[in-house]
């Protein structure tokens, strides 16, 4: 069965720092791997997603993510935090075994400081 | 705005009891998804449905219900409600069954005192 997993619940970055939110992949076959983001109290926005169109996928809000498949990872990382980043972000792959349900991670709460 | 519709946003009832949750998925959307949200499970997959028919099934209780209707809205029925229900419940929609990422709507917030 394909998962995800989210290594590390809580992330804190100062305000322009790297941000670099882990996520890996199990999958038999090839993947299709998303991030999404939820502030406090709305629902998940897609940031971007991963199609195997190319390794390198850029997303909203100056986010982009690399998909390694060596290292069954697809981080998401951002050059310079910004207060507004603070949020909840989630990996996802879609099963594509047949129920093509979407299985997320368990979450990563990123604490942007001033 | 994801453009998918979710009734109530806030339910607070009683344990024991029945509640219904609504979703209208986004204009052209055919598959529509449930999931709840609570701090120690995560985000857990409940049902799926594609035009009409269920295609999926995730950890759904028994108590638990769903339908899409032929208007495509979906209704998720909760009942003989426990206090472990209490959580964020989430409808996605999606343009195809294999194809097309989530669009989330805002969730409707249960609380089951």
């Known amino acids: 069965a394909q998962s995800v997993t989210q290594l590390g619940s809580h992330v804190s970055v100062s305000e322009g720092a790297l941000v670099l939110l882990r996520c890996n992949y199990s999958?038999?076959?090839?993947?299709?791997l998303f991030w999404y983001v939820q502030y406090p109290n709305q629902g998940l926005q897609l940031l971007l997603k991963?199609?195997?169109?190319?390794?390198l996928v850029k997303g909203i809000n100056g986010f982009e993510a690399e998909f390694k498949k060596s290292e069954t990872s697809f981080h998401l990382t951002k050059p310079s935090a910004h207060m507004s980043d603070a949020a909840e972000y989630f990996c996802a792959v879609r099963d594509t075994s047949g129920t093509y349900k979407y299985i997320f991670g368990t979450g990563t709460r990123l604490k942007v400081l001033a | 705005d994801s453009g998918v519709t979710q009734t109530p946003k806030h339910l607070i009832t009683a344990t024991g009891q029945r509640v219904t949750l609504r979703c209208s998925p986004r204009s052209g959307d055919l598959s529509v998804y449930w999931y709840q949200q609570s701090l120690d499970q995560g985000l857990q997959f409940l049902i799926q449905y594609y035009n009409g028919e269920e295609r999926a099934k995730g950890n759904i209780l028994e108590r638990f219900s769903a339908q899409q209707f032929p208007d495509l809205h979906s209704e998720l029925n909760l009942s003989s409600l426990e206090l472990g229900d209490s959580a964020l419940y989430f409808c996605?929609?999606?343009?195809?069954?294999?194809?097309?990422?989530?669009?989330f709507g805002e969730g409707s917030r249960l609380t089951v005192l």
């Open positions: 999958s038999s076959v090839p993947p299709y």
């Open positions: 996605a929609s999606s343009v195809g069954f294999t194809t097309g990422e989530l669009f």
């Open positions: 991963y199609t195997s169109a190319a390794t």
